[in-house]
């Protein structure tokens, strides 16, 4: 079974400091990734998502995410944080050859913008 | 267009109890996704549902757990003799399609077992 790793657990950062969180999945063949954000008190938004194409894949709100199929990766970047950053942000993968629609989730990493 | 709604927002039952959590999806879509989010984990998929038929519920506990999407109303996610461990964020999703990039997420049910 596929799994999603994403090794920051709790991230603290200032305001304007650039952000990069990991996230890793296992499995070999074709994958649709996905970033998912939490606000505090809010449901789950999508950020961005990759199918195909090119690998550095733009979100809303200033964040963008580059797939290297070679590591497995589809790490999250945003050049310079805001307060209002601060939420949890889930990577996600749904394995497309094996016809299933369910979302593995990663564990999350919570993120903690400091004015 | 109102999103996925999701109630109650918080249940509280006690051990022994049945618990019921709701999920109205978005207008005009027709399947629904259940995941169970336990503390400091991130969310597990349970049961993937189209209207009146389970299409994968490889998530779901083989006990105590049941779900439907009935023609009319919303999804209900069944959890019967509810134990300790049970607590947890049960989120509910929804999409027009079965294409998993279109899923929309609901609020969630924090369900507290006492």
């Known amino acids: 079974a596929q799994s999603v790793s994403q090794h920051n657990h709790h991230v603290i950062l200032s305001e304007a400091a650039s952000l990069e969180l990991g996230c890793n999945y296992s499995?070999?063949?074709?994958?649709?990734l996905f970033w998912y954000v939490q606000y505090p008190g809010q449901h789950l938004q999508l950020l961005l998502k990759y199918f195909s194409g090119d690998p550095l894949v733009k979100g809303i709100k200033g964040f963008e995410a580059e797939f290297i199929k070679s590591k497995f990766s589809f790490n999250l970047r945003k050049p310079s944080v805001q307060w209002s950053d601060t939420a949890e942000y889930f990577c996600a993968v749904n394995v497309e050859d094996m016809g299933r629609r369910a979302l593995t989730f990663g564990s999350g990493t919570r993120l903690q913008v400091q004015p | 267009n109102a999103g996925v709604m999701q109630n109650p927002r918080h249940l509280v039952r006690r051990r022994g109890q049945e618990a019921r959590l709701r999920c109205s999806p978005m207008?005009?879509?027709?399947?629904v996704y259940w995941y169970r989010q336990l503390p400091e984990e991130g969310l597990k998929f349970m049961v993937y549902l189209q209207k009146e038929n389970i299409i994968d519920e490889s998530g779901m506990p083989k006990e105590r757990f049941s779900a439907e999407f009935p023609k009319e109303g919303p999804s209900i996610l069944r959890i019967q003799q509810v134990v300790r461990g049970d607590s947890a964020a049960y989120f509910c999703a929804s999409s027009p399609t079965g294409a998993t990039h279109e899923q929309y997420f609901g609020p969630g049910t924090r369900l507290t077992v006492t």
């Open positions: 499995y070999g063949g074709t994958v649709n």
């Open positions: 207008k005009g879509h027709s399947h």
